[in-house]
């Protein structure tokens, strides 16, 4: 019987944690069939010969691929993004299902009933203003078993493109889209990365987010992952980057865009005298060319840069705050803003 859902695995050098992450994917209780596909950048730890077990015993629903790799070869910075892309892309254009889920492997389901929550409401949406399903995720310390929910408590709501692009961040584990594969799309056509933020905006040229604000998973804090590898200074400008990447994907975003990544750059503004971080910023300046991210490169380059630009930088940037502020009015509908409110309402009730 053809799958629902594909539930989309990545891992590496993940072995104490592959079993309770299958587990909690295979215990879902669905009226409808759902394959796993997992996918391993070359570990050697033994986490590819856990992952062959369970695909052993439950070979009608779980599959597993195998990236090759240099023994003992360490990726980093591009070159690691580049193989996460390989990785999730391979899942999805493997995958079956009507509907497909992504999942890091050291993250786990705490809802058995998560699948079916959202498979249910893509379901109801026949005119397919949707084109994916989201929730709230909480974060978990391992060592103390401590978990905080990863957003501010928001009621369900439907959100367009742009709406869910301005204010809302929804992790790649959280979301179930629509397999638009099935009708010959491919979102990643692009080239542009296939992680966080990039992942799900891939998929927005095609629908808006309905969002349910039930926590059902657990986001593992690791500090060997790859977010937590890097300063939170190049996390900033990874995620400043995004604002030009998705000009290659869809261009009606721009200014939802720059009310997303206003914080992003503010703080690299705030630091753009200081050359300890020109330095860190080194290893994206060739993303900050291939996306013709002049600003940005202006921003985190500028002790670097001659005089003119310097100047232009101190130009510009307030410029562009301003008209972001602008753009966060007429962008954030009533019901946005009204959301919002309830949500900062009910975090103060619960401080």
């Known amino acids: 019987m053809r799958p629902k859902v594909s539930v989309l695995i990545s891992f590496y050098n993940l072995k104490p944690y592959v079993d309770q992450t299958l587990q909690s994917v295979l215990d879902q209780k669905t ?10 950048d070359g570990s050697d730890d033994g986490t590819i010969e856990k992952l062959r077990a369970w695909e052993a015993d439950h070979p009608d629903r779980v599959r597993v691929f195998v990236m090759d790799r240099i023994p003992g070869a360490k990726y980093e910075a591009n070159e690691r993004i580049r193989r996460m892309n390989a990785i999730r892309g391979r899942l999805f254009y493997e995958a079956k299902g009507e509907y497909v889920c992504y999942l890091d492997g050291d993250d786990f389901y705490t809802d058995d009933h998560k699948l079916q929550k959202q498979a ?6 026949t005119d397919h203003k949707y084109v994916g399903c989201g929730h709230n995720g909480c974060y978990y310390w391992e060592s103390t078993g401590k978990t905080e929910p990863i957003e501010k408590p928001l009621r369900a709501c439907s959100l367009t493109a742009k709406e869910y692009w301005s204010f809302l961040y929804i992790h790649t584990n959280a979301m179930m889209f629509r397999n638009i594969g099935l009708q010959g799309i491919d979102p990643y056509k692009s080239g542009v990365q296939i992680i966080d933020n990039m992942l799900t905006f891939q998929f927005l040229p095609y629908g808006g987010v309905y969002y349910l604000p039930d926590c059902m998973f657990n986001y593992r804090q690791m500090e060997g992952s790859t977010y937590h590898r890097r300063s939170v200074y190049q996390n900033y400008i990874l995620n400043a980057l995004m604002l030009y990447q998705q000009a290659s994907i869809q261009k009606g975003l721009f200014g939802s865009g720059l009310v997303r990544f206003l914080f992003e750059y503010q703080q690299l503004f705030a630091a753009r005298k200081n050359p300890r971080l020109a330095e860190e910023a080194r290893t994206y300046m060739e993303n900050i060319r291939t996306y013709h991210a ?7 380059n500028y002790t670097n840069e ?22 966060r009015h007429y962008i954030w509908k009533p019901k946005v803003r009204a959301l919002l409110e309830e949500a900062r309402q009910k975090q103060e009730q619960g401080a």
């Open 31 to 40: 009226d409808f069939p759902v394959e796993v596909l997992c996918a391993d």
């Open 120 to 125: 249910d409401i893509l379901d109801a949406d």
């Open 306 to 327: 001659n005089v003119l630009a310097r100047l232009w930088c101190e130009v510009e940037n307030p410029f562009w705050f301003f008209v972001t502020k602008v753009c």
């Open 294 to 300: 002049g600003r940005l490169r202006r921003i985190v």
